[in-house]
């Protein structure tokens, strides 16, 4: 009797150890980890998620995203590693992924971090200040999507443009295995993230931009999934650069010496002065046009890294080219992302409503 027990107890060690084992593996080749919650108690019931995806498939950190779903949707994460072993699920660009595909499809939204586009690995924490807001977005059935760029420190201008529009390609060519609704998928960013926010939003419905003889690939190449596009449809923009070369002249407020120039510098490849070609071609406000979607814009009065005539600029452009856009200047707000000004409450709120304002007239609009 003795012997049968330490039999079974050996049998359930050696299985447990060896779905861990299976587990690693799956999650070394293909970088996809699982779980509920983001790790904070106060959102443990929302949602279930991936995390670290590939979007790319080249394997570096620059170009991973974590999907978050709504508690609504059939994702069985419990037993993802195990049943994989199996069962046959969907299989997204070499990640196994257990997702009941239904008839009903979700609307998206994607979240850039700010880092003066130096990191690499902000998707993490890139949810953080906005938490309420991102609650109430997953209760209404939403599907958020946190993603990485490559850095300047390795990768200048276009790289992380193109890192966007890359991951923006991989969740609409996935989109039927991850009910993602194609119709409607939203972009917001905070500083840097902000800028490339509004830049995918600018260039929704262009391919390619021409300036001085000098032509622009707007897409890219990377990943799989050249066929799609990478439209978006809707634009939040918290306090982003959007015309690099009047960073210095904003009147209201004057930056600080140790912000000036250095970020922009390793962004585009070079000092602001020798590399005006790439100035031009990565401001948002350069590739306006009739397909842009409506913006919604946050900026404090008080910003010293980013001034607020930055999204004055990109806001009056939007209106004089009768493109739809939204400016709320926060009037003790500065530059961060623990800014109680900033990310107060009614902000959160307009946020959402503006979202989900967008997301309901795409649906009259189909």
Avoid at 268 to 277: A, F, M
Avoid at 319 to 332: C, F, H, T, V
Avoid at 333 to 354: C, E, P, W, Y
Wanted: net charge positive; proline share 3%.
């Amino acid at each position: 009797m003795i012997s049968s027990k330490i039999f079974s107890i050996s049998n359930k060690f050696l299985l447990s150890f060896f779905c861990i084992l299976i587990s690693l593996s799956l999650e070394s080749q293909w970088g996809i980890a699982y779980g509920a919650g983001w790790g904070n108690q106060d959102l443990k019931s929302y949602p279930n998620f991936f995390k670290s995806i590939d979007y790319v498939g080249d394997g570096i950190n620059g170009h991973r995203m974590d999907i978050y779903f709504p508690s609504t949707m059939k994702v069985n994460l419990n037993n993802i590693f195990i049943d994989a072993l199996n069962k046959n699920y969907e299989k997204i660009d070499n990640v196994i992924f257990n997702i009941k595909k239904e008839k009903k499809k979700y609307p998206c939204v994607i979240v850039i971090y700010g880092s003066a586009w130096r990191g690499n690995s902000g998707k993490d924490g890139s949810l953080n200040h906005i938490k309420n807001a991102v609650k109430k977005l997953v209760k209404n059935d939403f599907i958020i999507v946190t993603v990485n760029h490559r850095s300047t420190n390795s990768d200048a201008f276009p790289a992380q443009v193109h890192d966007i529009k890359a991951a923006i390609r991989f969740l609409k060519g996935n989109a039927e295995a991850l009910n993602i609704d194609t119709n409607f998928i939203a972009v917001q960013g905070y500083s840097s993230g902000g800028h490339l926010a509004a830049f995918m939003g600018a260039t929704t419905g262009k391919n390619k931009f021409t300036f001085q003889g000098n032509e622009m690939d707007l897409n890219g190449s990377l990943g799989n999934h050249l066929d799609q596009n990478s439209d978006v449809h809707a634009v939040v923009d918290w306090y982003g650069p959007t015309d690099l070369s009047q960073m210095d002249k904003c009147p209201k407020i004057e930056r600080k010496a140790s912000r000036r120039g250095d970020a922009r510098s390793a962004f585009l490849g070079g000092p602001i002065e020798e590399n005006k070609v790439n100035v031009q071609m990565a401001n948002p406000i350069t590739h306006l046009n009739s397909n842009t979607p409506p913006f919604l814009i946050f900026h404090g009065a008080k910003d010293t890294a980013v001034p607020v005539c930055q999204s004055e600029i990109l806001h009056n452009a939007m209106i004089n080219k009768g493109l739809s856009s939204k400016l709320i200047i926060e009037e003790d707000g500065v530059h961060s992302g623990t800014n109680k000004k900033m990310f107060a409450q009614k902000n959160l709120d307009i946020m959402t409503g503006f979202i989900i304002d967008q997301y309901n007239k795409s649906k009259t609009s189909d």
